[in-house]
């Protein structure tokens, strides 16, 4: 039997700050490094692990899902502005077992098929303001869309453009990176910029329950399921603010992944010319009609072009849990309370998985060449029972998106255009991509 070592290896932090410093200036290189380096664990400081092997993120995200929880601090006994604790994505346990099958109707496969056609014509709306040959930032085009498309699948409703405008700006400030964690009550430009930006947030999110209230609505829609919640012995499960929370975070987790690949995927397409006259081509044979969901299996390159975008630009990079009990993983005992940070940025760039890994070769998932690829080296959904409830609405998004905009434009970088990815706290936000819509002839 193997022995179980009591720490893994990892880099000495400088100054006394566990390494702090060098993740926040980098955090993708300093994740890639530690897994280079130091191996499939990773210890980033006293109670800081990096998790970067296939098999041991499936413990974590599957086998031992009793072992770890997402969230174990007190969750507040009032509704603080900024805190979304008792959203779905926040709690564990029974109170989750409980939020995701009240949920889960909303996005049944039938449902999620049905909003094929309002996808298609938002899309086409979209482009409807773009000008050949003026170059556009494409990131202001695509959050509007994806937040679009979020409020009339989850609500029925409309999100406004001041609504998605405080969405992006409270995730803009809530998750950008420091050298050092700031406390928030320090009155810093920064920090006052923050509190601003939760305030306007919290104040659209009760502004649009409002609104859905005033109407009378079936239980098809989100505010009505999470209105129906009822309170656990301990008040636990749905306290009164519960519909402020599982609003806010939905509509955050939802719109926010889909704009950010939306982008990286119409950049990755821009840089690579014969990739988009390929999916043009593939949807060319579709006629003069919208892409529909029966077209998907058809078109299977252009599924491919966004699958291999999702993998070297996962827009939810990183996520992490807390191992509520002592373990084991890699060979490595894990002792309660230490907390496991999961990469999909590591295994999708790992050449042990992916030949020639910083490439963009959409090819890989159509030449039989990832046969055998272990299933937990492709994570951009997360995996487990907590795979992201709204997977199967993002890929159709992804597609039907692509699929309209490659039907009347090629797109090109604009001259001058610097991009860069910044990895937030969970999000790998595109910098800078600036593009240039040009007829398709």
């Known amino acids: 039997m193997p022995s179980i070592h009591e720490a893994p290896p990892g880099p000495e932090g400088a100054w006394g700050i566990a390494n702090i410093a060098d993740f926040h200036a980098d955090p993708l290189r300093f994740v890639t490094r530690c897994a280079r380096e130091f191996g499939d664990v990773v210890r980033l400081g006293q109670d800081n692990y990096l998790v970067c092997h296939p098999r041991d993120i499936e413990q974590v995200f599957v086998n031992s899902q009793r ?3 997402k969230e174990t601090g007190q969750k507040p006994s009032y509704a603080r502005t900024g805190s979304y604790h008792y959203a779905l994505m926040h709690t564990d346990g029974e109170d989750w077992r409980y939020k995701r099958r009240l949920l889960q109707p909303l996005f049944k496969r039938e449902r999620v098929d049905a909003s094929a056609e309002q996808v298609a014509r938002a899309a086409e709306e979209m482009i409807t303001s773009w000008t050949p040959g003026e170059a556009r930032a494409i990131e202001g085009d695509v959050a509007p869309l994806a937040a679009q498309l979020v409020g009339r699948f989850l609500l029925g409703s409309e999100l406004s453009a001041n609504e998605v405008r405080r969405a992006t700006a409270f995730v803009a400030w809530s998750f950008r990176p420091l050298p050092i964690r700031i406390p928030r009550w320090l009155p810093t430009p920064g920090n006052i910029r923050f509190r601003w930006s939760v305030r306007q947030f919290d104040r659209a999110i009760y502004g649009l329950i409002e609104r859905l209230r005033e109407r009378s609505r079936g239980s098809s829609n989100l505010l009505d399921l999470v209105q129906q919640a009822r309170d656990g012995e301990d008040g636990c499960l749905a306290p009164a603010w519960y519909p402020r929370d599982e609003l806010a ?3 955050l987790a939802a719109h926010q992944p889909t704009a950010i690949a939306l982008a990286w995927t119409l950049y990755l397409m821009a840089l ?6 390929r999916v043009a081509a593939e949807v060319e044979q579709l006629g003069d009609r919208r892409a529909t969901v029966e077209d998907l299996d058809r078109l299977a390159y252009t ?3 966004i699958k291999e975008s999702l993998r070297l630009y996962p827009p939810v990079w990183m996520t992490a849990r807390e191992a509520i009990e002592e373990c084991e993983i890699g060979g490595y005992r894990i002792a309660e309370g230490v907390s496991l940070a999961l990469s999909a940025w590591v295994p999708h760039r790992d050449p042990r998985w992916f030949a020639d890994p910083e490439a963009f070769r ?3 998932w159509l030449d039989g060449s990832l046969e055998g690829l272990p299933k937990f080296a492709y994570i ?3 995996g487990g029972p907590r795979l992201c409830i709204g997977a199967s609405l993002a890929k159709l998004s992804l597609v039907l998106v692509i699929a309209t905009v490659v039907r009347r434009y ?3 970088l604009a001259p001058g255009a610097k991009v860069s990815p910044l990895a937030t706290a969970s999000f790998l936000i595109p910098q800078g991509v600036r593009l240039v819509p040009r007829a398709r002839a």
Not at 272 to 277: G, I, L, Q, S, T
């Open 249 to 251: 975070i939905m509509l």
């Open 67 to 69: 072992t770890f929880a």
């Open 272 to 277: 690579h010319p014969e990739v988009d006259a």
């Open 380 to 382: 951009p959904f997360g």
């Open 362 to 364: 959409p090819e890989r």
């Open 303 to 305: 599924s491919a072009v």
């Open 410 to 412: 090629r797109l090109t």
